[in-house]
Structure formats: structure tokens, C-alpha cells
């Protein structure tokens, strides 16, 4: 399949671009966005459709992942229930792709597989909630590997952490990509998609202490 060429602009993203153009300056400056790095490797741009994943703390997450990765459109999955809300116009204007937690459709998961051959980047949170305040994260869904699998993309770890007061800094750490094509090829067991997921889970709370280890 031919990837889209991504456009710098696109009325399908007007409101999107608008409202990240708009807020871009305020929110680095009130933010003040600190980055560390797993590795050199780690530093390379997002290129191409690829999932992006973090840990999610708080409400305001999906703000923190688009100044994480600044230069890049997001397409965000949430929720069914949060999508077809009272305020879901919100997150439908952001080209949010809904899914059902419970009983996770197969046509969601080509459409998603299709964003990312088209050359989307999907960003995502895995444990598919609000994490507990003590900071521990549940055990992450396997969706997210079935969704690299299907789309072909790496599969980005980042950890975003900020401080209790407003004038915290927000600190990214950011892991090094994995190709679960790479590592198992096109057709892994149930016990390899698990494995992914488990390691990837690793891979945050790697993350989390490079991250809280940086002032």
C-alpha cells in the first residue's frame, strides 16, 4: 500500500492544526518540556505511520503525548463511551478512533492497521485507563501489539512525568522503538504478543526511573 504523502496542510486537520498552532507557545511555555533519552538511538524522529505509547496519570495525558512529539499529527484512541459523550465533539473533531475496551472489533483494528500503512502516527495509552495515584501501572493490553503487527510500524514507549505544583516542569523520557515484525515476524504465537506487551510494560517503568532521576 502506497503511504500517504501526509500533507503539511489538510482541511481534515484544520481545527487540529489550529488549535495545536494556536496553544503551541503558551504551552511550552508553561510547561517548559524537559526530554531525556534511553539512547542515542532513541533520539531519532518519528517517521511514517508508527503507535506511540505512555503511561497515563492524569486527565490532561493526550496534551503532554502531542508536545512529546511536537512535530507530528496524532491520531489518539479512546474510548467508545468517551467518544460518543456529551463532549465527545472534541475528540471527534481531533480524528480520535474509538474503541470498544470490552469487545474490541476487528474492523477497528484494520481501520487502524490502514492509518498507520497510510502513514499515521496512533498514540495510545495501553493500560486503557487512568492509572492509580501511587504511580503503578496495570498490566498492559496486548491490542496495541496486534495493532503494529497489522500495520507493519514500531511500536515508541515514552514516559511523561510532572509535578504536583503548576510550576513543575513537564520531563519525557522517550525508549527506543520495537519492531515486533523484526523480532518475531508477521505471525508471533499468543505467548510472543504477550511477551511484547509484558516487555514494553518493562521498558515504562525503565523509562520512569530515567525520567524521575532527571531535574
Sequence with gaps: MKKASNPLFSFKYLFYDFVKVTSALPGLLWFRPKWVYESPEARRKIRGGAILIANHERFFDPIYVMFAVWYRRHRFVCSKEIY????????????????????????????????????????????????????????????????ALQGSAPIIPIYMKRGAH???????????????????????????????????????????????STR
Design 166 to 212: 503548576f510550576y513543575n516542569r513537564l520531563r519525557i523520557a522517550v525508549g527506543e522503538r520495537v519492531d515486533v515484525v523484526a523480532r518475531y515476524g508477521p505471525r508471533p504465537t499468543m505467548s510472543q504478543i504477550e511477551e511484547v506487551a509484558a516487555q514494553l510494560q518493562r521498558k515504562e517503568e525503565e523509562l520512569k526511573k530515567l525520567v524521575e
Design 84 to 147: 460518543n459523550s456529551k463532549g465527545g465533539w472534541f475528540f471527534r473533531r481531533f480524528l480520535c478512533i474509538p474503541v470498544d475496551r470490552e469487545n474490541f472489533a476487528l474492523s477497528t483494528l484494520r481501520q487502524i492497521a490502514g492509518e498507520i500503512k497510510a502513514g499515521s502516527l496512533i498514540s495510545m495509552f495501553p493500560e486503557g485507563h487512568i492509572s492509580l495515584s501511587d504511580g503503578k501501572m496495570d498490566a498492559f493490553k496486548s491490542g496495541m501489539v496486534l495493532m
